[in-house]
DNA sequence: AACTTCACG
DNA sequence: ACGTACGTGAAGTTT
């Protein structure tokens, strides 16, 4: 047995690795005396992050309390394996870190269900979530185990965060290779490892009793535990990618992305992605570039391009002017280099052995608790569908999207108690139109397609809280609209500003913390509290998805489902049951909230995501 | 690491 | 006192 202490909060610790069946049996006897005793830390060491990769392998999985760490060697396979298999399986309750990933870690490798993991886990990264939701960046802890312990634990806790990554540089790693490269023996590795399972041992009480006393519902606990195992479940599900597809896409996209940088190259810019070349050919050609950024240089987005190439937002000539052929070819040049790289490209290098992308679906991700999902599966051009196309439903099903309406609209309404916007939803149909509706509204029969568009572009200045300028640089429309617009909206809707206004001051008198709906705590950024109206709807729009996700699962559907996007659940089911499902998709994403009814439209195409945007396949 | 840009809801 | 577009992930360039 090797064996390592340390010190923790002023506590000696001991690190426990066995190395032979003798060494096991003590695990094991420790393990049942702590398990009677109450939780028992659980973390892996893996080769990477790349779950689903070919090459990912299972390293160590250690398990612990707040005293003694035990690093079994997974990688040793035999006994070791048997012992770690068989702990994991007789803990009765569980603390891990970011559960998700380990529950998907072990199910993967070690071929325990994540199913029966996550209804014993506690997760100290969603109690820290639900604590304060803000990256460091914003002025929170941020969710790490490290900064999280050296706040709630001990000061010096990340100190081996940082010995272990000097000693991933002194062996010619790097902090991606070390992972996978470093001996499993490594003093400093066997004690990094053992003391996370401590640290997340020791985090757990701490921020329980900080929940508890913040008054923050245990409901809203187990209910993030729910969602975070329904997440897990779908990435685990992943997405089937036509690779014959992708493959020829990127080198479509390659070539032409190539083509317009030749021509940028002969007006003097050298790399596309130079703002400053692009700025400085294009005022060579005699282009007046008026828009800063944020710290003072010249902005040349794709929003001041746009008009330079006489092109208007859906890329159509305008015939306002002769295009600048520079600007039209950074536009083309960079699209295509991104459409390529960042999707394409992406979905060939992120294959799994079984020829599928596993994207990362972060439960509770953003300071308002929305998810998050990676390898831009979130952000895929919705304008065309030739990247979609290149994710297929499986054999013999067919892609089914279904959407909420209008959902932070409907949110606001109940959330505000907005009289007038209530009474629209309740008396619309299936199809109603709560922009129109507005429209209707305020200029009766006399209401235009273009008045429409000027009032949803209000609406979602409330929903956003912007103010004239933005809004009319949105929407296109004059600023002198769009203020008579906002002042005309108000007088329907009085009960947004009264409810913006009620939610700051509770934020304000509960330490700039704006409590949701449900409990969730968001604090508000002092210099920005207008942004309070945002973070309840969208916050609260996020925990409707959450609760369809719950009736999906209730109702059978959790199989289909592969992602959820906002304020849509995408689902793959058999081509023969596609109109059954779909129904029952919407019917799981129905219901009232405070007298407001939430509605659902279900979408189904054909093989491909694509075929949902406009195309025949 | 910071900045800029661009893709989405 | 007044008015403020919100939230992400990812790539490329510059510092």
Redesign the pocket.
Known sequence: MIEYRHEIAGDTITVHVPETPEDLQEFSAWLDRARRRGPVAVDTETTGLEIFGPSFRLRTVQFGDARDAWVILYERGGYHQAYARDALRRCREILIHNAAYDWLVINRCAGIPLEELAPRTTDSRILAMLHDPR?PQDGGIGTALKPLSARWVDPSAPDTQNGLTAVFNSLGYTKETGWAGIDLLHPTYLLYAGLDVILTARLVPVLRAELHRLGVPVRLVEYEHEIARLCAVMQRAGLLVDQEYAQQLARRLAEEAERYAALAARYGVV?L?????VAEALQGMGEALTER???G?L?????V?LPLADLDRDWQRIGAREPNPLADAV?RG??A??WG??YAE?FISKLSAEGRIHPTV?AL????G?M?????L??????DHVIRRAILAEPGHVMISTDFQAIEMRVLAALADVRKMKAGFLSGGDSFDIHAYTARLIKGDAATPKHRKIFKGAG??KV????????AR?TGAPEEEIAQALIAYDRQFPEIKRAARRWQREAFQNGMVYISAVGRRLPLDR?????VV?YAC?SVARDVLGQAMLNVESAGLLPYCRLP????LLASAPRENAEEVAREFEKCMTWDLYGVPITAEAEIGGRSWGSLYGADF
Do not use: C, M, W
């Open positions: 990256p790399s992605g130079s703002p400053a070349q950024t944020q710290t240089a902005k040349v987005d794709k929003a391009l536009l960079k699209r280099g991104k790289v960042s992406r972060s991700a953003a300071r308002t929305r998050s999902v990676t390898d831009g979130h952000q895929l051009p919705s304008s979602f200045g956003y809280g912007g103010g004239v300028t933005t809004i949105q210099d920005r509290t207008y942004a945002n969208q996007i906002h304020d849509e």
